[in-house]
């Protein structure tokens, strides 16, 4: 079997811990079939919290920023304010 | 034996000559000229009958065009006045139209600014709110709720994923 490597960019408001990657990793094997993953990091306190995964095709947006703009731009579409 | 005196005779005959000549020269002429002035009365009371008469249909005449043009102004002043009534109304309808597209001019203008003022006020809160919850996260946010946010957040869109792809790698 051909071994699969590919560049995976995380972009996070505070550095990355080794546990996180571990957990981060972990959970791309179960979406990717790569064996080797290359991390690239970069920080951006704007996302508040959370984290933004881009690896290949997959594009994960789990920060807290994103749900703030999801939470604001429900607010004024249903008008609940 | 009765005798007869000439001079009464010669009396007589004067008297019955200056009765002829009375009658011919005096009595003639003034009775022609009384006849005449007679007729002539007689012509001027005619005429006068006549002018009367005229002047009675002249008058009339006047008094009965007098009062079709009396006729005519009532009639003439009712239209005017129904001319007037119309002309009132139709200023009245107008001015009332005029009121009620200006007023809905105003209304709508006054809706359409209070809907932006309520969406701005909407925004400033919305923004307002999350901004405040973003600060509050952004000071609480530290190791542990990073990891506690990596995995709970990760996690779902992973799942996510693999619900769509209904075959996941790896395994």
């Known amino acids: 079997m051909a071994s699969k490597k590919e560049i995976v960019k995380m972009i996070t408001p505070l550095p990355l811990t080794e546990s996180q990657r571990s957990l981060i990793k972990t959970k791309l094997n179960r979406i990717t079939d790569l064996n080797h993953m290359i991390f690239q ?18 594009y994960i947006d789990c920060s807290l920023k994103t749900q703030f703009n999801k939470i604001r731009e429900s607010l004024l579409r249903e008008g609940i304010v | 034996m009765i005798s ?44 006068i009958e006549n002018a009367k008469l005229e002047v009675e249909q002249l008058r009339k005449k006047f008094e009965e065009e007098s009062k079709n043009i009396h006729i005519k102004y009532q009639e003439r002043l009712e239209l005017a006045n129904q001319e007037a009534v119309q002309i009132k109304s139709k200023i009245i309808d107008e ?37 405040i919850a973003e600060k ?10 990073q990891d506690q946010l990596i995995d709970r957040l990760l ?17």
């Open chain 1, 41 to 58: 990091e970069e920080i951006d306190p704007s996302l508040v919290g959370g984290i933004i995964v881009i690896c290949g095709e997959i």
């Open chain 2, 4 to 47: 007869i005196d000439r001079s009464i005779i010669f009396q007589i005959i004067n008297f019955f000559v200056l009765v002829m000549l009375l009658f011919r020269f005096l009595f003639k002429p003034v009775i022609q000229a009384l006849d005449k002035r007679s007729n002539h009365i007689q012509d001027e009371m005619t005429k």
């Open chain 2, 136 to 145: 509050l996260l952004r000071e609480q946010i530290d190791v542990s709720k």
């Open chain 2, 155 to 171: 996690e779902e869109a992973i799942s996510r994923i693999e619900i769509k792809s209904d075959v996941p790698y790896g395994q």
């Open chain 2, 95 to 131: 001015a009332y139209q005029e009121s009620e597209k200006i007023k809905q001019t105003a209304e709508e203008k006054a809706r359409i600014e209070i809907d932006k003022l309520f969406s701005e006020l909407k925004m400033d809160i919305v923004d307002i709110s999350t901004g």
